[in-house]
């Protein structure tokens, strides 16, 4: 399995603190059935700037530690950049990273409670770049919770999006995985990832959610987004399904 977004490099944003708090979540991914794994600390989100360089010589350096301790996972490089409207720029600059080598996908996060005004037309000036961009967690976005045509307004535009395994296992609440689920069922999402921060409150849940997704969704349901996240990590193009509306009457009152 692999997971393309967590926060395992240790003293870099408000994932894991230390070394060893790393080699605890590489252990845990490892026991969910993660066999690799992409380092996604945030950056331009506050107070945490991680470029590019930064990332690659910590990931180095955790790898490094991984593989002393006989740890079977592969971590590479990522960023999970909150939106900001000098993006191309700084990718001329070769700050940001991407999911995958030949640079066409990066990881999205809007602010909690907004989505910037300008986000439609630098989506649109990505995808023109050859560059996509791929929502995070968009089921935690107040805007998409209180109206999920948002997101599929930008998915109908090429955008992909991520769903958080926790999510969609009731870790953040029965509203947001009923949401969660809605998105599923409307294709509104592309692939599951764990968004882990830790091995506590904002653990993996990867083998939980797979497990949940097969339940309710059948087994091809998750080789859909199996081979998408494989996609993703591997520079190949992806055509995801026609996104649907979640109707509202199913969903005024959660919020």
């Known amino acids: 399995m692999i997971d393309l977004h967590c926060h395992i490099l240790p003293d870099i944003d408000d994932g894991a603190n230390t070394i060893e708090d790393s080699l605890e979540m590489a252990r845990l991914a490892v026991s969910e059935g993660i066999t690799h794994l992409l380092a996604t600390p945030h950056h331009m989100n506050r107070n945490w700037m991680n470029e590019k360089r930064k990332v690659v010589a910590l990931v180095k350096e955790v790898q490094s530690e991984i593989d002393r301790e006989g740890i079977p996972l592969t971590i590479y ?11 191309l720029e700084d990718i001329e600059k070769d700050t940001l990273l991407f999911t995958d080598e030949l640079q066409q996908y990066l990881l999205v996060e809007f602010p909690t409670a907004s989505i910037p005004n300008y986000t439609e037309r630098l989506f649109y000036d990505l995808q023109m770049n050859g560059k996509i961009p791929v929502v995070v967690h968009p089921e935690r976005n107040r805007i998409i919770q209180e109206d999920p045509h948002k997101l599929k307004e ?3 535009h090429g955008a992909l999006a991520q769903l958080t395994a926790a999510s969609y296992t009731g870790g953040f609440g029965k509203q947001i995985q009923k949401l969660s689920k809605q998105m599923i069922e409307a294709d509104l999402v592309h692939f599951i990832a764990s968004d882990a921060h830790n091995t506590g409150n904002r653990a993996f849940h990867m083998k939980e959610a797979h497990d949940l997704v097969i339940k309710e969704f059948g087994r091809r349901k998750w080789h859909q987004f199996d081979q998408t996240t ?26």
């Open 77 to 87: 490089p990522g960023q999970e950049i909150r939106i900001y409207g000098n993006m």
């Open 154 to 156: 930008l998915v109908q």
């Open 230 to 255: 494989k996609d993703l990590i591997n520079g190949d193009v992806v055509i995801p399904p026609t996104p649907t509306n979640i109707e509202k009457k199913k969903f005024f009152g959660l919020f």
